[in-house]
């Protein structure tokens, strides 16, 4: 989704001009934007809905601008909800995902490609060194959901809290995490889940400074724990800033108070970089960064891809503990690795750093477990995949 800032309005062009842009824009022969809406209306679920009752129809983009049919030029202020991060249509991105569909369009993660190690290499180097093994996906959701999944397998927890006025994302967990009700559908959703109160001084209901209102914010967690939970949880999971929640943040001391309580109840702390991670807050490259802690788990998507489908959480100390093998249904694998700049996607969570050292030994992944399979079992499951990936499908 972009929403775009149109400057260009007859009352107020005087005041507000664009600066002149060089880009030529390819003239739109497509169909008008009335035929669009009532193709849409007609076909698509309305669940996908459009911003504004009259909807710009965007037809091409270069850097911080977008053009609609008629050829008006927009600023792009959201970006695409801060996932164009690099711009649109960035001739480096664009050069390197012509030349990647030319050679290679898609590739199971069954079989070895040069690019997703060495990315997955580079991208640890942006990561704290206890975060040492990334999991690529296709969503910001794939991503939380993963993450939630390995935080229960790794803790045998199943509480998981997150916070009011967050968002994470909209399948099944991830859509009961979320703390929006805009973004909630009233069916159920799986698990149990925790909203705690946002650190954010506006609506707060504690007063005091940004600071104390973050202690007593902090307090109200572990008695969230205390009084809805088992008294040990699997996971706490928040945005450092609350992007679809308004831009919204507590004092720098929460995540330190809270990651604290939520550690001692036996739980892992997953930092929901979808918005906030490769340099988009200004400061640090992870919002994390802001409040001098280090997450177990940091989930990323939106910039990691500049609008491609590309996720991944980075498991760290989550995974080292880690005693029990993500089995096939851990993750579906068949969604990963599709499209062009995506297709060297899905590892399971890393082995311990002390594994490492003992020489090259099968990663622990979902590769392995469908080995590990009985024929019988193979041929009822995992036998699917392989046939998909076979006739060069849907794998
Ligand atoms: C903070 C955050 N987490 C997760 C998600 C879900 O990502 P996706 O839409 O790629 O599933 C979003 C999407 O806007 C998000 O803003």
């Given amino acids: 989704m972009t929403v775009a800032l149109d400057v260009a309005t007859p009352d107020r062009s005087r005041a507000l001009q664009l600066p002149p842009c060089s880009h030529q824009t390819a003239p739109y022969l497509g169909p008008g934007r009335e035929k669009i809406l009532e193709l849409r209306r007609q076909h698509v ?8 009752s009259e909807p710009v129809m965007l037809v091409e983009g270069h850097r911080q601008y977008v053009w609609d049919e008629t050829g008006r030029r927009y600023l792009d202020l959201f970006a695409g909800i801060c996932t164009v991060a690099c711009g649109h249509s960035h001739p480096k991105i664009v050069a390197a995902v012509q030349k990647q569909m030319a050679l290679l369009a898609h590739g199971s993660t069954a079989f070895l490609h040069p690019n997703m190690p060495r990315f997955a290499e580079a991208l640890l180097a942006k990561l704290p060194p206890s975060l040492d093994r990334i999991y690529f996906v296709n969503s910001g959701s794939e991503a939380n959901d993963l993450a939630i999944q390995m935080a229960r397998l790794h803790t045998g927890n199943a ?5 009011r006025n967050a968002y994470h994302g909209g ?9 929006i009700h805009t973004w909630k559908s009233g069916v159920q959703r799986g698990g149990p889940v925790h909203h705690a109160l946002n650190p954010d001084p506006y609506r707060n209901p504690f007063s005091g400074t940004p600071e104390q209102i973050a202690s007593r914010s902090a307090e109200d967690v572990a008695e969230l724990i205390r009084y809805s939970t088992p008294g040990q949880v699997a996971a706490f999971i928040s945005e450092p800033i609350q992007g679809a929640g308004g831009v919204t943040m507590g004092a720098p001391n929460y995540l330190p108070e809270v990651y604290e309580i939520v550690r001692a109840h036996g739980g892992v702390c997953i930092a929901d970089e979808v918005q906030t991670g490769f340099g988009r807050t200004g400061d640090n490259f992870w919002g994390f960064e802001r409040s001098g802690v ?15 489908p590309l996720a991944a959480p980075g498991p760290g100390r989550a995974s080292r503990r880690h005693r029990q093998r993500p089995r096939p249904g851990t993750h579906d694998r068949r969604r990963t690795g599709r499209r062009p700049g995506s297709q060297d996607t899905g590892h399971g969570p890393g082995r311990p750093r002390a594994r490492r050292a ?11 477990a469908v080995r590990q399979r009985a024929p019988d079992q193979a041929a009822a499951g995992a036998d699917g995949r392989r046939c998909r990936v076979r006739a060069g499908g849907d794998g």
């Fill in 45 to 52: 679920n309305p669940a996908l809905f459009t911003l504004y």
């Fill in 159 to 163: 509480d998981v809290i997150g916070i």
């Fill in 171 to 179: 399948s099944a967990p991830t859509g009961a995490l979320t703390g």
């Fill in 294 to 308: 280090v997450p177990e788990i940091v989930t990323m998507a939106k910039g990691i891809g500049n609008g491609l």
């Fill in 358 to 368: 003992q020489g090259p030994r099968r990663h622990r992944g979902q590769g392995w």
